[in-house]
Every structure is written in C-alpha cells, then in structure tokens.
C-alpha cells in the first residue's frame, strides 16, 4: 500500500497539488470581497452579470419545473419571445455549475463559475508550461498572468461570464503540442474536445480559436512534408474536426439558422468603434490596486471601456522577452519552431485586434494626411468596395473624415466585408486576449530559464520573487469596479404581489433594454415586453420607434395589442424629457398612476467604474413610477 501511494503521491504530483493550492489562494485574493457574498451579490455594477443571471434563472425554470431543455423563454420580449441561443449560453460554463444552480440557485452558480474560470485557467496554463519547459516556476508563473491579467479582470468587472471561460485554450494547446510531437492520431479527439469546450464558452473563442488554431498548427508543423505523409496527422485532424463538431453544431445551429436576417449583424461604423488601439497595450495595468485609478483616465469617457482594457503588464513582457530570446537561441529546432509558430500566433491575433482601421489611443481611427486630391479618390474607391463589392456590404461612414485624410484600413475590414459570421463580430479588440496567452507562455519560457540558471534556496528565491512581481503589477485587491447585492427592488417586489398576469412594460428603452430589468422579470413572474441580449427579435425591433415615443396615442394601442397591463416609469433615465413625459402620462386617460417606488441602492463599493465611464449608470437608483395601461 506504501509502494502504491509514493507512486501516486510523487514529486510530479506533490508539485501540481501546490500550483493548484496557488492559485486557488490567488483567486480568493484577488476576487475578494467574492468569497463573502457568494450567495447574495456579484462582483461589479449591474450589467451582463445580471443577463447571465437570467439566462441561468431560464434554465434552472426550464430543468426543474418544464422538465425539458429549452432555450426559448416566451415570456421575454412579450409577445414574441426571446431565444436565449441568439446569444452566448456559454454551455461549457454551465455544465460546471449545473449541479450548483440546481441546487443553490443562479446567484451561487454565476459566482462559482467565476472563481473555477480564475482557478482552472491559471492551472490550464501551468500544466502546458510544465509540459513544454518541465519547469515548476515557469509554469506557475504562466498562470498567474494568464488568469489574472488585466483583460479577464476587467471583463469580470463587465460582467462577461462568456470572456471568462479561458480555462480549455491552453488545453487546446496542449493537444496540438502533443499531437505534433507524438504523431498519434487519438490526441486528435482532445484538440478537438478542448476546441469545443473553448468554444461552448464564449462563440467569440470560438471564431477566434478556429482561425488562429491552424495558424499555429502550420507555422509548428514545418516542414509540412513529415506531416502530410503521415497516415496518423490525418486521422488526428479528422478526429478533432469531427469531435468539435459534433459538440458544437447543436449548440450553434440556432444562432447560424438566424444569421441571415439583418438584425444578427452589426454595421461597420459601430464595430470600427470597438477596434483596439496600440496604446491599450502599452498601458500600466488600468486595474492595479495602487495606480489604477490614474491609468484607468486614459479611458475616461468611454462608457464599455473595459472592452478595450488589454494591458499586458510590464513585469510579463521583459519575462516574455526574456523567454523569447533565450528560446530562439537555443540548439533545440522543436523550441524554436514552437516560438516561431507562437511569434506568429500573437502577431496574427494583434493585427485584428486593432480592428478595421487603426487606432491610436481613441475610438475614432487615426487620420493620415495626404495629397490634395488622394482623400475624395479614396473615398470613392472605399464606398464603392464597401457598399457594392463586399460579400456582407454595408454603409459607408467614413465620408466626413477630415479634409485632405484618409484612414488606414486594417485586415479585419476583409474579414468583415467577405467572411461569413464576420459581420456578426461586434468587439474586434477581443482578440487581443489570444496576444495575452502568448505573452503568458513565452513568459513561462523566460522565468523557467532564469530560475534555471540557480540552485537549491537561490532558484526558489528567484521564482518567488518574479512570481510575485507578476501577483504585483496584477493586484486588484479589493475588486475595483464595486460589488452589486442581488436583492428585489420595490417596484418588483409590488409586481409580484399583483395577482394579474398582464405583461410588464419599462422605459426609457435605455434602462429597460438592460441586464438587471431583465433579471426582475424572473422575480416577479410577469411576462415582460422588453428585454435584453446581443440580438432582438425583429419584430421587436420594427417597433422600438414607437414605443419610444410614449405615451403616444400608437405607442399605447401598441401596449394595448401585446396585452400590457403595467409600465414603469424610471423618472431620472428620462432626463429632461420627464416632466413632459410625467405630463402627458398623467392626462392620458388610459394610464392611472398606481404606484411610486424609491429604488434602493445595490451597488456599492466603486471605486472607479462610474468615474471612468463618465456617464450616468443606466441602473442607478432612482424613483420608478407605476402607471396600469386602462383597458379600452
């Protein structure tokens, strides 16, 4: 029994037990105060998190009560329903949650689905530096910038459960690393796995991942001549073709059977705004806990600047430089094909991260000076190849540049203009996170070679040193964009106790089309004729004019069409326009005012989030007027 548990229990395991019990003490610290309130608050004010809620609400609903399987919940966006799938269900998080939102609810399973997504990917990561340098150190400290880096940080604070499911791209990597290295075609069914469990995280991944995957399979995999003769790369690649399929197909075929219609894509001037700029990457860490607060004014303004949030952190880039220059001078070809192959893995994701045009340090693109004459004949060629020329054509918006200035298109425009599902890629800057993976690996590679160079207590005083450097420059302890309590506010508690079934209607559309609106409707068990998620029902949309203009004669036979009985007012989102508003509702005689609610403040703790938007928090506490829609 002794001789089978020193087996088990060995050096390889002993070490892999500790990197594990690593990053599990850094994910407590560095979500904290997350640990506190895992049952009853989410990090971050009330945004996508609260979507996610719903969704997770939905399904628990659907599970439990409806004993089926369904993504269609005909009670949002009354009457037409919303279909969970036109958006991220982010399947792979759910399986790891399911028992926990079963069993404890939707508030406990978004909130442990965070904390494994910190945990696994920092152990993900570390298990594939570990594979390529056998080094503890490099592995760990890997992971500590792969979890923690500003991205994910920031992301978590947008509330974006979806971006947070990296934990399967390192795997992913590691199938193919194995699969080149050993040349068995069954590795072929992990890629393929480890592709579709990133995929079933976030269908951003996936399109990411689908495209640079094979970029780096054919930069590692030269000379392509051993490869293609082989019976067994082959056989892999039809096995991880296979297997992602199978997984993913169910799970994206609602959403590619709605591609066609034009609400599931986005124009190109709102995707060129979401381009990533050059300066977003050399920027000090906007999340760190001592500097942020001055970083972060470099995206004072921007109301998702979170998006564009993609600093690398200076610490990881002289280790990845370390690691790169000492791989690439190394004796051994396989290193430096995979560092190649890496090179251009990153070169490649950063390019299309920057977007459709470039962009300096603004969401407007840079404006290049040219001769006189060169500015009006680069329009005229643009808006022809942009409107006329393109598989997935649309407007062209940039016919009010600056006189006498072009602006430089950037290969994600041909993506966009002839890729199918392009047009659907809203946020361009997201692709930087696969810059991050790199930077993580090469880093590995860097601080395994240093601590290499040492012995006994002096290589274990170096990794502990550059390993919390790293925890340093990535520190964001407490979390600083608040902590949002998870509790019904009064105008939903009042819609619960009303014993009608008539359907719910709030306005302004700016706070109604929203995360937490959405959330109260599976408080209070009302249909809702609103609702939220990346695309709307099109028949939804071809009256969102109208309803805007309440409370016109026609937005309110509308209401009376889709069987309204309440509409709450929030006076404040208004603006000027409330007492106008408040006014004409008032002199209706068929709206009654029934109710006036004070909100309650959930959200709490903030340290610079609503500072660098720099705008008013469409879900800010504020006064909710009822009115009850008078049947004719």
Same mark, same amino acid.
């Given at each position: 029994?002794?001789?089978?548990?020193?087996?088990?229990?060995?050096?390889?395991?002993?070490?892999?037990?500790?990197?594990?019990?690593?990053?599990?003490?850094?994910?407590?610290?560095?979500?904290?105060?997350?640990?506190?309130?895992?049952?009853?608050?989410?990090?971050?004010?009330?945004?996508?998190?609260?979507?996610?809620?719903?969704?997770?609400?939905?399904?628990?609903?659907?599970?439990?009560?409806?004993?089926?399987?369904?993504?269609?919940?005909?009670?949002?966006?009354?009457?037409?329903?919303?279909?969970?799938?036109?958006? #991220?269900?982010?399947?792979?998080?759910?399986?790891?949650?399911?028992?926990?939102?079963?069993?404890?609810?939707?508030?406990?399973?978004?909130?442990?689905?965070?904390?494994?997504?910190?945990?696994?990917?920092?152990?993900?990561?570390?298990?594939?530096?570990?594979?390529?340098?056998?080094?503890?150190?490099?592995?760990?400290?890997?992971?500590?910038?792969?979890?923690?880096?500003?991205?994910?940080?920031?992301?978590?604070?947008?509330?974006?459960?979806?971006?947070?499911?990296?934990?399967?791209?390192?795997?992913?990597?590691?199938?193919? #690393?194995?699969?080149?290295?050993?040349?068995?075609?069954?590795?072929?069914?992990?890629?393929?796995?480890?592709?579709?469990?990133?995929?079933? %995280?976030?269908?951003?991944?996936?399109?990411?991942?689908?495209?640079?995957?094979?970029?780096? @399979?054919?930069?590692?995999?030269?000379?392509?001549?051993?490869?293609?003769?082989?019976?067994?790369?082959?056989?892999?690649?039809?096995?991880?073709?296979?297997?992602?399929?199978?997984?993913?197909?169910?799970?994206?075929?609602?959403?590619?059977?709605?591609?066609?219609?034009?609400? @599931?894509?986005?124009?190109?001037?709102?995707?060129?705004?979401?381009?990533?700029?050059?300066?977003?990457?050399?920027?000090?860490?906007?999340?760190?806990?001592?500097?942020?607060?001055?970083?972060?004014?470099?995206?004072?303004?921007?109301?998702?600047?979170?998006?564009?949030?993609?600093?690398?952190?200076?610490?990881?880039?002289?280790?990845?430089?370390?690691?790169?220059?000492?791989?690439?001078?190394?004796?051994?070809?396989?290193?430096?094909?995979?560092?190649?192959?890496?090179?251009?893995?990153?070169?490649?994701?950063?390019?299309?991260?920057?977007?459709?045009?470039?962009?300096?340090?603004?969401?407007?693109?840079?404006?290049?000076?040219?001769?006189?004459?060169?500015?009006?004949?680069?329009?005229?060629?643009?808006?022809?190849?942009?409107?006329?020329?393109?598989?997935?054509?649309?407007?062209?918006?940039?016919?009010?540049?600056?006189?006498?200035?072009?602006?430089?298109?950037?290969?994600?425009?041909?993506?966009?203009?002839?890729?199918?599902?392009?047009?659907?890629?809203?946020?361009?800057?997201?692709?930087?996170?696969?810059?991050?993976?790199?930077?993580?690996?090469?880093?590995?590679?860097?601080?395994?070679?240093?601590?290499?160079?040492?012995?006994?207590?002096?290589?274990?005083?170096?990794?502990?040193?550059?390993?919390?450097?790293?925890?340093?420059?990535?520190?964001?302890?407490?979390?600083?964009?608040?902590?949002?309590?998870?509790?019904?506010?009064?105008?939903?508690?009042?819609?619960?106790?009303?014993?009608?079934?008539?359907?719910?209607?709030?306005?302004?559309?700016?706070?109604?089309?929203?995360?937490?609106?959405?959330?109260?409707?599976?408080?209070?068990?009302?249909?809702?004729?609103?609702?939220?998620?990346?695309?709307?029902?099109?028949?939804?949309?071809?009256?969102?004019?109208?309803?805007?203009?309440?409370?016109?004669?026609?937005?309110?036979?509308?209401?009376?069409?889709?069987?309204?009985?309440?509409?709450?007012?929030?006076?404040? %989102?208004?603006?000027?326009?409330?007492?106008?508003?408040?006014?004409?509702?008032?002199?209706?005689?068929?709206?009654?005012?029934?109710?006036?609610?004070?909100?309650? #403040?959930?959200?709490?703790?903030?340290?610079?989030?609503?500072?660098?938007?720099?705008?008013?928090?469409?879900?800010?506490?504020?006064?909710?007027?009822?009115?009850?829609?008078?049947?004719?």
């Amino acid at each position: 029994m002794s001789r089978v548990l020193s087996r088990v229990w060995d050096e390889r395991t002993r070490q892999h037990v500790a990197a594990l019990a690593l990053f599990a003490l850094l994910t407590a610290i560095m979500t904290w105060p997350l640990l506190r309130h895992i049952g009853t608050a989410l990090l971050g004010p009330p945004q996508d998190n609260y979507y996610y809620l719903s969704w997770f609400a939905w399904l628990r609903h659907a599970l439990h009560d409806l004993r089926q399987l369904t993504t269609f919940d005909p009670g949002v966006f009354h009457p037409f329903g919303h279909d969970y799938a036109t958006s #991220e269900t982010t399947w792979a998080n759910v399986a790891l949650v399911l028992p926990v939102l079963l069993w404890q609810g939707e508030v406990a399973a978004y909130n442990v689905a965070v904390l494994l997504s910190f945990l696994l990917s920092g152990l993900t990561m570390y298990l594939l530096v570990y594979y390529l340098t056998g080094n503890w150190w490099g592995g760990v400290a890997s992971g500590v910038i792969y979890a923690f880096c500003p991205y994910r940080m920031a992301h978590l604070g947008g509330g974006q459960l979806p971006l947070l499911g990296t934990q399967w791209l390192p795997l992913a990597l590691w199938g193919v #690393e194995r699969w080149l290295r050993e040349k068995r075609w069954t590795v072929g069914i992990w890629v393929g796995l480890f592709y579709a469990l990133t995929a079933l %995280s976030s269908w951003y991944y996936a399109f990411m991942a689908g495209l640079l995957l094979p970029v780096y @399979m054919l930069c590692r995999a030269r000379p392509w001549r051993a490869y293609l003769r082989e019976r067994s790369a082959w056989l892999g690649a039809i096995a991880a073709v296979a297997i992602a399929a199978l997984l993913v197909l169910p799970a994206v075929w609602p959403t590619i059977r709605l591609s066609g219609q034009e609400a @599931m894509s986005y124009s190109l001037q709102f995707v060129d705004r979401w381009s990533g700029s050059i300066a977003d990457y050399l920027l000090p860490n906007p999340v760190q806990t001592w500097w942020g607060s001055i970083t972060t004014r470099f995206y004072a303004g921007q109301r998702y600047f979170y998006e564009r949030v993609l600093a690398l952190g200076w610490v990881p880039l002289l280790l990845a430089g370390a690691g790169l220059w000492l791989a690439r001078t190394t004796d051994h070809a396989a290193t430096r094909r995979l560092v190649s192959a890496l090179v251009w893995l990153a070169a490649i994701a950063f390019v299309l991260s920057l977007g459709t045009t470039l962009h300096w340090r603004d969401v407007s693109p840079v404006q290049i000076p040219v001769p006189a004459g060169v500015d009006r004949a680069f329009t005229r060629l643009m808006f022809n190849w942009i409107t006329r020329w393109a598989l997935n054509p649309s407007e062209y918006h940039w016919s009010a540049v600056v006189p006498g200035h072009i602006v430089l298109p950037l290969p994600a425009l041909l993506f966009y203009l002839y890729v199918p599902f392009s047009n659907a890629m809203r946020v361009w800057s997201r692709f930087g996170f696969f810059v991050m993976l790199v930077v993580a690996i090469l880093a590995g590679f860097g601080v395994g070679a240093l601590v290499r160079r040492w012995r006994g207590w002096r290589s274990w005083g170096i990794g502990t040193a550059l390993v919390a450097l790293i925890a340093f420059e990535y520190l964001v302890t407490p979390f600083p964009y608040g902590i949002s309590e998870v509790r019904a506010q009064p105008a939903t508690a009042w819609l619960q106790a009303q014993a009608d079934d008539g359907a719910v209607m709030e306005l302004p559309l700016s706070r109604a089309l929203s995360g937490p609106s959405l959330y109260a409707a599976y408080t209070h068990g009302k249909r809702i004729a609103h609702g939220y998620g990346t695309f709307f029902p099109q028949e939804w949309v071809a009256q969102r004019a109208l309803l805007e203009a309440f409370p016109s004669a026609e937005s309110l036979a509308l209401l009376q069409e889709w069987g309204v009985r309440y509409v709450l007012l929030a006076a404040e %989102s208004f603006g000027e326009a409330w007492e106008l508003v408040a006014q004409q509702a008032g002199a209706s005689s068929e709206l009654r005012l029934v109710a006036i609610l004070p909100e309650m #403040e959930l959200y709490q703790r903030d340290r610079w989030f609503v500072a660098t938007r720099g705008t008013a928090l469409p879900f800010a506490a504020e006064t909710v007027y009822v009115y009850e829609v008078v049947k004719r």
